[in-house]
């Protein structure tokens, strides 16, 4: 029997229903246009699938997809934000919040947030956790502008990002670029909020320290709570992937990101039969396919995505792992759905 963890289920809040409503959407709508039953806006949690449906719906009622991400975005009330996002809202300055944003986002899958700040920049990239379907535009385009929207509440000031980056097409791009106040990119590699990064030390004047004194503590301690529940080979897998990038990630850094020493990492990997560097090679080997299967990626690239410096080191894994090379791989990969894809698309003869 599959184990259910905690990322099978995405809690909706009131609030989200509300929201819709004072744009003159009914939630009964939504329901009937995603395919669900009429009882879903009562339900405190849902599965991917039918959050991805009811984002979905949203887009196509709407219409639009830009216009409806900045109406949403900024429609909502900030006194009815759940929990993990109010505490976002009273942090000390906009990095604090942003920090706070991208650690409590894993009480509420599917999507999850990358803070890299660099030189001038601070970039917040959107990945999908424990899974692979990506998720509707208007997701995409909500979860970004409501970064801003934080900075923007928070600070009190008209603040701007550097560059946006979607991966699909968001509608009107006109719309965005005035909302965001910088450069829309459509058809990128992934989902990316750019900001300034002097910004991220403004203050905020909603800062409420005794209110924090009482959220942390609790948030914290559910967060401690769905990890343990958690598989932690999965956790160190999807943990690993998102780092692999340019470099190979040692434990240490790993059992930083899951907020535990390497050593309590280590005895939780024992006690699942496993170990790190073992993970690190399932892991190298599942994104090395993944990565394979995109012809728009050149084998180098594929290297340096996994952690290779060099395409002879990835050569040589590669061949341990299929017994082939990457490039025979590929070809045989893409012959084989090109013949997957002409075969369901044949008439069928009685």
Same mark, same amino acid.
């Given at each position: ?64 997809? !830009? ?5 949403? %975005?900024?429609?909502?009330?900030? %006194?009815?934000?759940? $929990? ?14 942003? &920090? ?8 509420? =899958? =599917? ?24 998720? =509707? ?20 000031? =008209?603040?701007? !990002? ?28 992934? &989902? *990316? ?23 942390? $503590? ?34 240490? !850094?790993?059992?930083?990101?899951? &907020?535990?020493? @390497? ?7 024992? @006690? ?22 995109? $012809? ?19 050569? *040589? ?17 893409? %012959?084989? &759905? ?13």
């Amino acid at each position: 029997m599959k184990k259910t963890h905690t990322s099978d289920h995405i809690k909706i809040t009131p609030g989200f229903w509300t929201g819709l409503h004072v744009l003159g959407i009914s939630a009964h709508d939504v329901a009937h246009k995603a395919r669900l039953p009429l009882n879903i806006m009562t339900e405190a949690v849902v599965t991917p699938a039918q959050y991805f449906a009811i984002w979905q719906a949203y887009s196509d009622l709407i219409g639009d997809t !830009a216009k409806g991400i900045i109406k949403l %975005a900024t429609v909502f009330e900030t %006194a009815k934000y759940p $929990p993990t996002v109010l505490a976002t809202y009273h942090a000390r300055n906009y990095r604090d919040a942003l &920090n706070r944003m991208a650690r409590y986002k894993q009480l509420c =899958p =599917p999507e999850t947030l990358r803070i890299t700040e660099e030189g001038e920049h601070c970039t917040i990239e959107l990945e999908w956790l424990y899974t692979e379907q990506p998720g =509707p535009p208007m997701l995409i385009g909500i979860t970004l502008a409501c970064l801003l929207e934080l900075g923007r509440r928070g600070t009190g000031q =008209p603040l701007t !990002a550097q560059l946006v980056e979607f991966s699909q097409s968001m509608g009107d791009v006109q719309v965005l670029e005035a909302y965001f106040g910088c450069r829309i990119r459509i058809d990128a590699k992934c &989902n *990316r909020l750019t900001l300034h990064r002097r910004d991220l030390n403004l203050s905020f004047v909603s800062y409420n320290e005794e209110l924090l004194e009482i959220l942390t $503590p609790v948030l914290d301690r559910s967060l401690a709570e769905q990890q343990r529940n958690c598989s932690i080979t999965e956790m160190v897998k999807w943990t690993i992937k998102r780092s692999l990038t340019g470099g190979r990630p040692d434990i240490e !850094a790993i059992a930083k990101e899951l &907020n535990m020493s @390497d050593r309590t990492l280590q005895r939780r990997l024992t @006690d699942q039969n496993t170990n790190f560097k073992h993970l690190l090679t399932q892991a190298r080997h599942e994104q090395a396919r993944k990565y394979l299967a995109d $012809p728009s990626l050149d084998i180098k690239e594929v290297a340096f995505l996994i952690g290779y410096e060099d395409q002879n080191s990835f050569y *040589r894994a590669f061949r341990l792992w299929e017994g082939d090379t990457p490039l025979n791989w590929r070809t045989k990969h893409l %012959a084989a &759905n090109s013949i997957s894809e002409g075969q369901l698309g044949r008439p069928s003869i009685h």
